[in-house]
């Protein structure tokens, strides 16, 4: 994980937040790295949509096990893009 500008180690959560208020600098930087690790493996993104279903069979209520189920299938479909990105880098290889 990245140190942030606090000097502690930041989470993936913590670059996240750090992205949304737009800290400038180190932070952000770092936070990209760990972040591309993340959006550059498909199989990631697979096991979060597939835990998500899990999740989602386990709720008894019907909207909240709705809203983890479209959380699924946005993991898929970040899964789906990280795939192409690497067809294409193969491509160039």
């Known amino acids: ?26 932070t952000v930087g770092a936070c990209t790295r760990v972040q591309s690790q993340f959006d550059d ?14 999740q989602a069979g386990q709720m008894m209520d019907p909207a909240a096990r709705q809203m983890m189920l479209d959380v699924a299938k946005n993991y ?5 893009l990280a795939e192409r990105r690497q067809a294409r880098a193969e491509g160039r290889r």
């Open 76 to 80: 898929d479909e970040i899964a789906t």
């Open 41 to 54: 493996d498909p199989k990631i993104w697979r096991q979060r949509a597939e835990e998500a279903r899990t």
């Open 1 to 26: 994980m990245p140190a942030g500008i606090d000097g502690r180690l930041w989470s993936f959560e913590d670059c996240v937040e750090a992205q949304s208020a737009k800290i400038s600098g180190n």
